[in-house]
């Protein structure tokens, strides 16, 4: 059974930083896509970051550009997302998510996402 394991969430004052790391086998660098994903209260879920191919090629939300960093090690089965300069908007659960198959849609598209972690929260204080 694959599981993906989050941590790293935490309340933080605005302008802060927060590391999320997420753990399984299914991390490797034979793993199409590695993804974080949000839901902020009372909205859909949405993407945030995504790496592909074990590292090479990593997409962004405009929303996260150049505050927030993507990276896996792939000897650690570990996905991270670097947060830094956040913002009480940056307030959701976070989710990790892996895809297998190259085919489908574009990286931030959930339906594609075959294993899912359970989340951790990320509060920003303004």
């Known amino acids: 059974q694959v599981q993906l394991v989050e941590s790293g969430g935490g309340a933080v004052q605005a302008g802060g930083s927060l590391r999320l790391s997420c753990t399984g086998s299914?991390?490797?660098?034979?793993?199409?896509?590695m993804a974080w994903f949000r839901q902020p209260p009372g909205k859909e879920r949405v993407g945030v970051a995504a790496?592909?191919?074990?590292?090479?090629?990593?997409y962004y939300a405009d929303s996260v550009k150049g505050r927030f960093t993507i990276s896996q090690d792939n000897a650690k089965n570990t996905v991270y997302l670097q947060m830094n300069s956040l913002k009480p908007e940056d307030t959701a659960m976070y989710y990790c998510?892996?895809?297998?198959?190259?085919?489908?849609?574009?990286?931030?598209?959930?339906?594609?996402?075959?294993?899912w972690g359970q989340g951790t929260q990320v509060t920003v204080s303004s």
């Open positions: 998510a892996a895809r297998v198959t190259p085919y489908g849609g574009g990286w931030s598209e959930q339906f594609w996402y075959h294993y």
């Open positions: 299914i991390v490797t660098s034979s793993t199409t896509y």
């Open positions: 790496i592909y191919g074990g590292g090479g090629i990593t």
